[in-house]
């Protein structure tokens, strides 16, 4: 009879122990199909962002070009738009290519997924009529060109509407993530379920090292959704905090300073013509440069409390809580020595054979009421200040 129930609870054991192994096969597995998925989704609406910018910049580059009455001008805006056509027909091509963007839809409810299929298919079509009016104007004879233009009439009609439907397209990919997410959240749930009914199972009538197992694996699962909200906060690219998480870091430090009557310094730094680095040395030179110059700011950064996030572009933020304004220079210029201490060859620049950046710095003590963008906007007509004085510099306001 021992010996029988011995046997009983063993297979009980392995029973047990392979359920919880095969529950954490699947939790590993779909944890990590989410994260690519959540990563390839981010890119389609990254790239959907930018083929929106580059719509408008042909917009206005056609515009431009038709109504100059200087033909210099006209050609160069001319070559501005055979670049930006191409740029547009990468992107195109990649969304189009890409398996993310033909399923990522398949998580929307059936009305707006119908809805989705019929934005895309009207946006690609007025993609191509757009690149085809656009590339008759970019191959005409710029001395010829009028205002009445049948060209410019046709990009300027189409140029809204691709923007409609570009955000249309944008927001299902946003939507799509979050429904994603919600599903991903009732999968770990069910998960969650499982594990603690086998963990009351074995706790019943079998061993106790298998719950020491469980909770190893409930670790890891914690660890991984962590890893999935550190990545919402972080720049892909660069690894820094990205713009939404310094926009809603910025908020908390002014609420705080106010409360307290203390300063707050911010240094907002652009890289100095980096448009001539990308357009020389190509966009993957480009990203590598960017993670460069953000590992150089970031040794440069010495506080806990102090934020250093990617803003946009080649452009970067720094917010310095309690800091005046004499401390926020000597904290830009300890970041421009780091940056030019990392020699960064840049051989397009107009100032210097290596990367440089300008700096923009202030510190306010903010009032009950004061809008964060105001801080942002002083530190911004700094830095233009800087680089209208030739740049690699600091300016305060």
């Known amino acids: 009879m021992q010996h029988r129930f011995i046997n009983y609870m063993k297979r009980a054991y392995v029973i047990g122990l392979s359920l919880v192994a095969v529950i954490s096969s699947l939790a590993f597995i779909t944890t990590n199909n989410a994260m690519r998925n959540d990563q390839t989704g981010a890119k389609v609406i990254n790239v959907s962002g930018r083929q929106r910018m580059l719509s408008q910049e042909m917009a206005f580059f056609v515009e431009a070009m038709v109504n100059s009455p200087n033909m210099k001008t006209r050609s160069f805006y001319q070559a501005q738009l055979h670049s930006a056509i191409d740029r547009l027909k990468q992107g195109h091509s990649w969304l189009l290519g890409t398996s993310a963007s033909k399923n990522l839809t398949k998580y929307l409810p059936a009305d707006l997924r119908s809805a989705s299929l019929v934005q895309q298919a009207a946006l690609e079509q007025e993609l191509n009529e757009f690149v085809s009016q656009a590339n008759a104007l970019a191959n005409s004879n710029v001395a010829k060109l009028q205002a009445n ?28 993530s979050e429904a994603r997410i919600a599903a991903m959240e009732f999968v770990e749930k069910v998960f969650l379920v499982i594990i603690l009914c086998t963990i009351l199972g074995e706790a019943i009538f079998v061993f106790r090292p298998l719950t020491k197992s469980l909770e190893l694996e409930s670790d890891r699962l914690q660890k991984a959704n962590q890893e999935l909200d ?122 210097s054979a290596q990367v440089t950046l300008s700096f923009g710095v202030t510190s306010i003590i903010p009032t009950g009421g004061m809008e964060p963008s105001q801080i942002v906007d002083k530190a911004d007509a700094a830095l233009y200040e800087a680089k209208r004085n030739g740049r690699n510099q600091v300016a305060a306001a």
């Open 230 to 351: 550190g990545l919402s906060r972080r720049d892909e690219l660069t690894g820094l905090a990205n713009r939404r998480y310094f926009n809603e870091a910025l908020t908390a430090t002014v609420a705080h300073a106010a409360r307290l009557s203390e300063p707050i310094g911010f240094i907002m730094c652009d890289i100095d013509f980096f448009k001539s680095y990308n357009d020389n040395y190509g966009h993957l030179e480009g990203d590598q440069c960017l993670k460069l110059v953000a590992q150089a700011l970031r040794n440069g950064v010495k506080r806990e409390s102090d934020l250093l996030a990617r803003y946009g572009g080649e452009e970067f933020a720094v917010i310095l809580p309690g800091v005046p304004l004499a401390g926020v220079f000597q904290v830009a210029n300890e970041l421009s020595a780091s940056v030019n201490a990392a020699a960064i060859p840049h051989a397009y620049s107009s100032i």
């Open 149 to 176: 233009n049948s060209h410019l009439a046709a990009i300027l009609t189409l140029s809204p509407k691709i923007l409609t439907n570009l955000d249309a397209t944008v927001n299902n990919y946003q939507l799509e």
